[in-house]
């Protein structure tokens, strides 16, 4: 069953603190900020796909990890069930 945009907010919230040992709030900017790089980009989007089964397309990544909101409406639009 598909996780709405809030119910993934926390679990992708551990993603992003995992792979950038950071605890980030729904609307930090994550890629503006310095918070995430390129090479972390790339950990985080694996990450998500592994999880969810949901493919950010290269040129999407700086556009879907502006923030942890952004990224949680990408992926409840996007998930595999």
Request: charged residues 25%; negative net charge; glycine residues 4%.
């Amino acid at each position: 069953m598909s996780k709405t945009k809030e119910e993934l907010l926390a679990p992708l919230g551990e993603i992003v603190k995992n792979v950038i040992q950071t605890k980030v709030e729904p609307d930090d900017m994550l890629i503006e900020s310095g918070l995430v790089d390129s090479l972390t980009a790339v950990d985080i989007v694996l990450a998500v796909q592994a999880a969810y089964g949901c493919k950010i397309p290269a040129t999407e990544i700086e556009e879907h990890l502006e923030s942890l909101n952004a990224l949680a409406a990408f992926v409840a639009e996007n998930q595999k069930a």
